[in-house]
């Protein structure tokens, strides 16, 4: 199956670099681009990608508007987003992940990373590594609840495992560290954290990271959660 992917820059050197290497695989198409998220809307809507690589700064429209209108409820069958940042820990990364998005890259990323970044997110799952998702969450702990407000009703419908489930995936841990903590298997851990997505109604474990901080679930910092 060949991913069809859309690029999102305002710089077009960038977007003639981004498809050189992306064209250079069997199972991954360019289908269109776009340099801003306006033209990136319509784009999406006409050419049906699989991954949208979003570029956060914008003319126009940002990548994190840009991004909330392409992901957002109501649509059919949405393109995964892939944000794209020139800084690590990007101030727009959070806003652009709580608005959709189901990871980042840095744009000086390796080629082989950005192969496979678009194959993990075109695959459904969140393209973060676990510890870079906590750490992005920490860094921008200010902007997030402190942990003493109501944990929202929502978290009823979570069994007590989903919740434990929930609050490691938050502290950064992969499926296989999970297993190792709660001594069960990857494949039980992975339905758990599929039942945790669904019943939240997230896209991935990227937003179930954000919702455990946002929620007051997870203080930002602490290990002991």
Do not use: C, W
Not at 84 to 102: K, P
Not at 131 to 158: C, F, M, N, W
Not at 174 to 199: Q, R
């Amino acid at each position: 199956m060949t991913i069809r992917v859309l690029l999102v820059d305002d710089q077009p050197l960038l977007r003639t670099g981004f498809r050189m290497i992306l064209e250079a695989e069997q199972d991954i198409a360019v289908v269109g681009e776009a340099g801003d998220g306006l033209q990136a809307q319509d784009q999406v809507r006409a050419l049906q990608p699989d991954v949208v690589l979003m570029d956060i700064r914008m003319p126009r429209m940002d990548g994190v508007e840009a991004t909330r209108q392409i992901t957002g409820p109501g649509r059919d069958g949405p393109a995964k987003v892939l944000v794209l940042t020139t800084f690590d820990l990007d101030e727009y990364v959070v806003e652009a992940l709580r608005a959709g998005a189901s990871g980042f890259l840095l744009k000086d990323a390796p080629a082989n990373e950005l192969v496979q970044a678009i194959r993990v997110v075109a695959a459904g799952e969140a393209m973060l590594a676990p510890s870079i998702t906590r750490r992005l969450l920490d860094k921008y702990s200010a902007h997030l609840p402190t942990g003493e407000e109501q944990v929202p009703d929502t978290l009823s419908t979570l069994t007590d495992r989903e919740v434990e489930v929930l609050k490691l995936v938050a502290r950064g841990l992969s499926n296989a560290e999970i297993a190792a903590d709660l001594f069960v298997s990857e494949t039980t851990v992975k339905t758990h954290v599929g039942h945790v997505l669904t019943k939240l109604g997230l896209r991935d474990r990227v937003q179930a990271a954000v919702y455990a901080y946002e929620s007051g679930l997870v203080r930002p910092g602490a290990n002991g959660q």
